[in-house]
């Protein structure tokens, strides 16, 4: 089994545990690098970002920081103390 094969198999692991409503989706895995496409809707018009990482460590730190996000906005919703009251 070559090394490229576990990089895909741990950076697929580490994405699986991205919890959030954006939609993610992985566009491709060359050596250590992996690109990621974020679908972002515009004004109706599909505006994909992307995101690239070198190392497990980058992208495992984008899905921590993607799932905080989420987290915060979820105890917001979920709060008494709503902002926008």
């Given at each position: 089994m070559d090394h490229s094969h576990n990089i895909e198999i741990t950076y697929r692991?580490?994405?699986?545990?991205?919890?959030?409503?954006?939609?993610?989706?992985i566009q491709s895995i060359e050596g250590s690098k992996?690109?990621?496409?974020?679908?972002e809707e515009i004004c109706?018009?599909?505006?994909p970002r992307k995101f690239e990482f070198?190392?497990?460590?980058?992208?495992?730190?984008?899905?921590t920081q993607e799932n905080q996000i989420e987290?915060?906005?979820n105890s917001q919703l979920s709060?008494?103390?709503m902002p926008y009251r």
């Open positions: 692991k580490i994405f699986g545990r991205l919890n959030t409503r954006k939609k993610f989706a992996i690109t990621i496409e974020q679908d109706g018009q599909k505006e070198n190392s497990e460590k980058e992208l495992e730190q984008f899905v987290r915060d906005i709060g008494d103390s």
